[in-house]
T-cell receptor, first 116, second 116 residues
Framework: AQKVTQAQTEISVVEKEDVTLDCVYE???????LFWYKQPPSGELVFLIR??????QNEISGRYSWNFQKSTSSFNFTITASQVVDSAVYFC?????????????FGAGTRLFVKA | SQTIHQWPATLVQPVGSPLSLECTVE??????LYWYRQAAGRGLQLLFY??????ISSEVPQNLSASRPQDRQFILSSKKLLLSDSGFYLC???????????????FGPGTRLTVL
């Protein structure tokens, strides 16, 4: 069965600290896709990144980086030198190709507070 | 570019009253449409999913219903609201087809519903 676990409910850091948001997933499919979304205080979720199950290359985009490890079924998200604008709820999500993708499973989210 | 609208932004309704939330998408054709509910401090729960006009799949049995009268319009309804229906309702769209699982979802600004 599909499952996405974000064990960290809330994280609080001081500006300029690095922070890692954990995501662990479960799936029986061999072809699947992992996503991270950001939900700022305004409420609208914004897509950040996608990774497919055959691509374990880590990715860096500015201050954001993602570490995908199939061996541990994890897709962790690191923000380097955090800023107040990074304060938001971050969701990890999983889509399986076998089920057609419509049933994307979202984790419970991690609320990040970045204090000035 | 694609845009997704939701209204109203906020709503306060008494228990037992009816509900109608509307979502419209611009700039794309034949999108897959979703309704999610986010309870306070929780993740996203998929309520309904639609691949086309008049085609609705329900994920959670409850007193809510959905309709898709036009290609880019998705409506969430209830005949009698319960206290437990309070939450943040998000509409989303995604390109369908063979690569649906791969495609990211685009979310609307949400409707915050309080049932008293």
């Amino acid at each position: 069965a599909q499952k996405v676990t974000q064990a960290q409910t809330e994280i609080s850091v001081v500006e300029k600290e690095d922070v890692t948001l954990d995501c662990v997933y479960e799936t029986r499919d061999t072809t699947y896709y992992l996503f991270w979304y950001k939900q700022p205080p305004s409420g609208e979720l914004v897509f950040l990144i996608r990774r497919n199950s055959f691509d374990e290359q880590n990715e860096i985009s500015g201050r954001y980086s993602w570490n995908f490890q199939k061996s541990t079924s994890s897709f962790n998200f690191t923000i380097t030198a955090s800023q107040v604008v990074d304060s938001a709820v971050y969701f990890c999500a999983l889509s399986e190709a076998r089920t057609g993708g419509f049933k994307t499973i979202f984790g419970a989210g991690t609320r990040l507070f970045v204090k000035a | 570019s694609q845009t997704i609208h939701q209204w109203p932004a906020t709503l306060v309704q008494p228990v037992g009253s009816p509900l109608s939330l509307e979502c419209t998408v611009e700039g794309t054709s034949n999108p897959n449409l979703y309704w999610y509910r986010q309870a306070a401090g929780r993740g996203l729960q998929l309520l309904f999913y639609s691949v086309g006009i008049g085609q609705i799949s329900s994920e959670v049995p409850q007193n809510l219903s959905a309709s898709r009268p036009q290609d880019r319009q998705f409506i969430l309804s209830s005949k009698k609201l319960l206290l437990s229906d309070s939450g943040f309702y998000l509409c989303a769209w995604r390109s369908g087809g063979a690569r649906e699982a791969y495609n990211e979802q685009f979310f609307g600004p949400g409707t915050r519903l309080t049932v008293l």
